[in-house]
């Protein structure tokens, strides 16, 4: 239902929408069929992958014990959960996509500042994690089949021929699932959750099996002293905020599909604290016996599948874990640009446009080599990544402190002079005030050597900042604008 179809069906003068604000894609949801079990899958997307698995499992090779791990993930994801449940009532209750939320805090036209920022970072990351993936696919691929191996001798633009293929595989499947729009990333990611589960199960089984069923949950390779195990348990906690601090800027973008807030909150419940500690305490595991198994702890999952040494174990596995690294990648890396482009040009930018510009940009930049650069990926996207903290908490003070929840949904797609989200030039500038200096200091905190002991915390204070600012700019407007 468009925006003049809601106004007609209350019976209110009609409104014409700016269509330089607007398509189908960003105008509220008019299908709200997203279920408890369809956000919960979606996190088990998100959550089971190999990078997660080896988050998790290195945390226990820099000296913490399986406790000290599962005691600061659970943490860390408690928060997460809270912080997911504030933006995804944001979606659910007005049906509109992250862009469009954007505008409430940075205006109509402000709102591609954080909508593009968060492309960025999504495109660049979903070619990389699509590249670990394809190299994770040729590990097991050769372990099974070790003739391939003649199909590694000559690269073309930094990747070998396996490379190309696993890649391009692995690439096109993804384009084809977003091609299709939200309704085919609901059913993918509610296959592909669950999958993963299924294989990391029966690692566990068989590396407990071959420890004898008896682990360590207080040892560790690498001991450390208690001042340092402390640090690390914090520093745990901030790696899993600002890991999760992308799709927690956008994860309206989903929740606006629910039914209502009851569901977003039953589906992050299980998801988060539940399902995503319950994957950590198994990758932990996992980890912890492989450490008893082969005198030391081996943090890649398909190094410890190729150490099976069966075919079709190999086989079946590849397949698992190539489905698991899509599905993370369509949840946290392609729907965002989708959209987040639709917005910069909407008459001619839709939802599966805006995919398939992010997924040929993924290719182009040749990730393969973002990946073997330390800088690109320390200092390019750690840099960028350190501003969503900034963002978030600009745009939920503003919502929930400033417009206290109340806001004209017609108004977000109008860029009139004076309408209510049009701002000075459709800028805030307040919330540009509240961002920029927050996201410099994040940057610096997250980016410069000499603070790399507060590194770990730069997603959590660039988000105090934000917020911080952002409500003294604010004080004495709060309810003003709503």
């Keep these: 239902m468009s925006l003049a179809d809601h106004a007609e069906a209350a019976g209110a003068p009609a409104f014409t929408p ?149 890649f391009l595989t692995l690439w096109l499947v993804q384009a084809l699932i977003i091609s299709r729009g939200m309704e085919s990333v609901r059913r993918f990611q509610d296959f592909c959750g669950p999958a993963i589960w299924l294989v990391m199960i029966a690692l566990a089984l068989w590396v407990l099996a071959k420890a004898h069923w008896t682990i360590s949950l207080t040892a560790t390779p690498h001991p450390v002293s208690t001042g340092e195990q402390w640090r690390q348990w914090f520093g745990a906690i901030g790696l899993i905020l600002a890991t999760y601090g992308t799709l927690m800027l956008n994860f309206c973008d989903f929740s606006r599909f629910a039914p209502d807030y009851r569901t977003v909150r039953r589906g992050n419940f299980w998801g988060l604290p539940v399902n995503s500690t319950a994957f950590v305490v198994l990758s932990v595991i996992v980890t912890a016996g492989s450490l008893e198994v082969f005198g030391k702890a081996v943090t890649d999952p398909a ?24 599905g993370v990648n369509i949840v946290a890396n392609f729907v965002s640009p989708a959209y ?22 993924a290719l ?45 949904v017609d108004a977000l797609f109008d860029a009139t002079p004076g309408s209510r989200y049009h701002y000075r030039h459709g800028v805030n500038p307040r919330a540009l005030g509240a961002f920029l200096p927050s996201a410099a200091v994040a940057a610096v905190l997250a980016l410069v050597k000499d603070f790399g002991d507060v590194a770990p915390y730069s997603w959590f204070i660039g988000t105090a900042l934000g917020a911080g600012l952002y409500w003294l700019l604010n004080r004495g407007r709060a309810g003003a604008e709503a």
Excluded: C
Excluded at 78 to 104: T, Y
Excluded at 341 to 361: D, E, R, Y
Excluded at 368 to 392: D, I
């Design 364 to 408: 182009v930049v040749t990730p393969w080599n973002l990946f073997s650069n330390p800088t690109v990926v320390n200092y390019f996207l750690g840099g960028l990544g350190a501003f969503l903290g900034p963002l978030f908490g600009v745009i939920m003070v503003d919502y929930y402190a400033v417009k206290r929840g109340r806001v004209n």
């Design 18 to 166: 700016d269509p330089r604000l607007t398509n189908e894609d960003l105008a509220p949801a008019a299908r709200r069929n997203w279920k408890v079990f369809d956000l919960f899958a979606l996190w088990m997307s998100d959550v089971h992958n190999l990078g997660n698995y080896t988050f998790a499992a290195g945390l226990l090779v820099l000296g913490m014990n399986v406790w000290q791990v599962f005691t600061s993930l659970l943490t860390g994801f408690v928060l997460i959960f809270i912080g997911m449940n504030w933006m995804g009532r944001i979606g659910q209750r007005h049906g509109v996509p992250f862009p469009v939320v954007s505008r409430i805090a940075f205006g109509v036209w402000g709102a591609n500042i954080p909508a593009l920022i968060r492309a960025l970072i999504a495109i660049m990351w979903y070619g990389i994690q699509t590249y670990l993936a394809s190299v994770a696919v040729n590990v097991m691929l050769l372990a099974a089949w070790p003739d391939l191996e003649s199909l590694t001798e000559h690269s073309f633009l930094g990747l070998d021929a396996l490379g190309w293929i696993s």
């Design 340 to 361: 987040d482009l639709a917005n910069v040009w909407p008459q001619k930018i839709t939802f599966k446009v805006g995919g398939m510009i992010s997924t040929v940009a």
């Design 303 to 326: 190094e410890l599948v190729a150490r099976v040494g069966n075919t079709w174990v190999l086989a079946v596995a590849a397949l698992t874990f190539a489905v698991a690294t899509m």
